[in-house]
């Protein structure tokens, strides 16, 4: 690797003018016609794993997996990549990754860790808007490794970390044998899980794939223990049980919308729907959310038992709020995210997820979830930075972003199991890559991981926290293609989509070979949707394929004098290709999205550990017109207008355009309720 005397901003301004002076020269028509640059930008990652989900006792699963990030298609050289690890290099980047791996323990000023519970330092007050790392490398790191990761107080994180998940895997093991029913006796067959943010996101995405993964959708049809009696009865039963008979659901509650929250359990028997309520930093539109499920439950099995009781057997919290936790009279009801955690953008390994997971599939999936994860991890931490993925995809992003001006990412899911993902991206990189670090550029000497922020410089035109979900039905394929603004496009790949497990269970068999066909169709579109971006339509495809003009099919058209739809070309796209979306790719998928965002955030100085959520911004606004609101229904209840009231509340501070509506829908809801 290149030598590391350059500083950040000498890399910028050389970045900055390789970017106006040589790429915005050349067309992809000729750089993918260099056959060394493509093999380059291509990079494979192999693993093997040992899968926890058995169908038969001792019969262990070893799976090969891979992941491929293809760059072929950016715009970009081998001196691009180059001169993008030169910045990496100078913002010490493998520093960096080095000191996230060891959480708030700092390798170069470590501290002891704590042997004898008597002389365990008293734990430091929570500062919440501390930049410290979120320990989030820990939280899925495997048990029985003799593993150490300390706190900044010496404590060992991971002694923690394993005993919430043997707590979580006893609970989920009770409800899914039925030895934990609801308040009436009921198998718990529905989960309900209410919460805003990035861990509601990743978990719409785990739950999307993982129900059309064979594997994992056997042990959610089946609530029970992992032993060979019941993996004999999952494989005699298996056929015969259609997509929906017997499965345990989830559903999701992340708006406070009463509308929402009617439809979401509309079809729902309270008698067997656990609520779980995920409020990680104590916001009130979850806790008001989460209120309207609790009068559901208490009204609609009132007859059953007494309030206290319904609630304990239907409703569960996790949060990272003491003070929330506090309040519940019952602490096997909650579950508390650990200090050193409580990064809302970095909490989807945490209970979070675990827990609705766990109780859906079995702690057997979830644990291949946690073990992609950790792979993962040990290949971002391990491996040198020209192969290392999320770095590779980190510094395109940066290129794109900051250099050549691309303001937006479109990800478009081409496979089925991968439509919660972009919506999970949107929700990580907006959380990471928005707040610039206004606190102090170094490590602390106590051994606690601070930030380091790079200065902003005026050589790049900023980092992008806008990603957009391309959807499955190609809604910005024109502008991918013709807009005058040009959009980088990030193609979302599964090889195997398991087609045989799908089409049989709902299909039917017979039609295999009609959707193998229309499988390869799919994957031919794919790679035509990236091309098509990279080298355009009419004469410039016809040279890059050494065709005439007249022989390709817009050619044809054209001499036939029909209005031919013509690509511009030259606009750069990205293929993340897994093998297989089982649970393990799972994590594997949402540790890269970690990843890639917090190289991203610090490369352009900007702070990924932000614990509040983005959304507590305009929380006491919201309570202010929340005041005004009321101080407005009161108007109206009593004849008095705003300008009749000379002790208005906070009306002056209000625009007129708000103070108008808000009088209209007061007026409104007066009338209806």
């Not at 500083?7 to 016609?33: D, G, K, M, Y």
């Not at 609790?294 to 304990?312: F, Q």
């Amino acid at each position: 690797m290149m030598g590391t005397t350059t500083t950040a901003s000498q890399a910028w301004a050389i970045l900055s003018r390789h970017a106006r002076e040589e790429i915005s020269l050349l067309r992809l028509q000729e750089l993918c016609r260099d056959n060394d640059r493509v093999s380059s930008l291509v990079s494979v990652y192999n693993t093997t794993f040992t899968s926890n989900c058995r169908l038969e006792k001792n019969v262990d699963i070893i799976e090969n997996r891979m992941l491929i990030a293809d760059l072929s298609r950016q715009r970009m050289t081998l001196d691009t990549v180059n001169h993008l690890f030169r910045l990496a290099a100078a913002t010490n980047l493998r520093t960096f990754i080095t000191r996230l791996a060891w959480g708030q323990n700092n390798p170069s000023h470590p501290v002891l860790p704590v042997r004898v519970k008597g002389i365990r330092p008293a734990p430091d007050k929570v500062d919440t808007t501390a930049t410290i790392p979120s320990m989030h490398f820990a939280m899925r790191a495997p048990a029985g490794k003799s593993y150490e990761m300390l706190t900044k107080d010496g404590v060992n994180a991971l002694t923690g970390i394993h005993l919430e998940w043997e707590r979580i895997e006893r609970y989920s093991n009770s409800i899914r044998r039925g030895h934990l029913r609801g308040i009436s006796g009921h198998m718990i067959r529905d989960v309900v899980v209410v919460g805003r943010g990035v861990p509601m996101a990743a978990l719409q995405f785990i739950y999307s794939a993982l129900i059309r993964d064979e594997r994992a959708c056997v042990f959610r049809r089946v609530g029970l223990a992992d032993s060979s009696s019941a993996a004999e009865r999952i494989r005699r039963n298996l056929a015969g049980v259609t997509a929906g008979g017997g499965a345990r659901q989830l559903h999701f509650l992340t708006r406070v919308d009463p509308l929402t929250a009617a439809a979401v359990v509309a079809d729902l028997d309270p008698a067997s729907t656990l609520v779980i309520s995920i409020a990680l930093n104590g916001n009130e539109e979850t806790g008001l959310a989460t209120k309207i499920l609790k009068t559901w439950l208490l009204n609609a099995l009132a007859k059953s038992g007494r309030p206290d009781h319904i609630l304990a057997k239907h409703m569960m919290l996790v949060t990272g709020n003491d003070d929330i936790a506090n309040v519940i009279n019952k602490p096997e009801s909650v579950h508390i995210i650990p200090q050193h955690s409580r990064c809302e953008a970095f909490s989807s390994t945490s209970a979070a997820c675990l827990l609705p997971l766990a109780v859906v599939f079995g702690w057997s999936v979830v644990a291949d979830f946690l073990a992609g994860a950790h792979d993962m991890d040990r290949h971002f931490v391990d491996t040198n930075m020209r192969h290392n993925l999320p770095v590779l995809l980190a510094l395109a992003d940066i290129w794109n972003e900051c250099l050549l001006g691309l303001p937006t990412r479109i990800c478009t899911p081409f496979s089925p199991g991968m439509v919660g993902y972009p919506a999970f991206a949107a929700s990580l990189e907006a959380q990471t890559c928005s707040k610039e670090h206004t606190g102090p550029n170094q490590y602390v000497p106590t051994g606690e991981l601070a930030f380091v922020a790079q200065p902003k410089d005026k050589h790049h035109l900023g980092c992008s926290a806008l990603v957009l979900d391309g959807g499955v039905h190609g809604a910005y394929d024109r502008a991918l293609h013709q807009s005058s603004t040009i959009l980088n496009n990030e193609l979302l790949v599964v090889m195997d989509n398991q087609l045989e497990f799908n089409v049989s269970r709902s299909i039917g068999a017979t039609a295999m070979d009609d959707m193998k066909a229309a499988e390869d169709a799919t994957m031919c579109s794919i790679f035509a949707q990236a091309d098509e971006m990279a080298f355009g339509t009419g004469r410039s495809e016809s040279e890059f394929f050494n065709h005439s003009p007249v022989s390709s099919p817009h050619g044809i058209a054209e001499l036939n004098g029909q209005s031919v739809d013509k690509a511009k070309g030259n606009r750069p796209s990205l293929l993340l290709i897994t093998g297989k979306l089982d649970a393990f790719a799972c994590g594997q998928m949402v540790a890269l999205a970690e990843h890639r965002a917090v190289v991203k955030a610090h490369i352009c100085g900007l702070d990924p550990f932000v614990r509040d959520v983005g959304s507590s911004l305009r929380m006491s606004r919201s309570e202010m017109l929340k005041d005004e609101l009321a101080n407005v229904r009161a108007r109206s209840a009593s004849g008095i207008t705003a300008e009749e009231e000379t002790n208005g509340g906070n009306s002056n501070a209000l625009i007129l355009s708000t103070r108008t509506i808000l009088e209209h829908y007061a007026s409104l809801s007066l009338s209806t309720r």
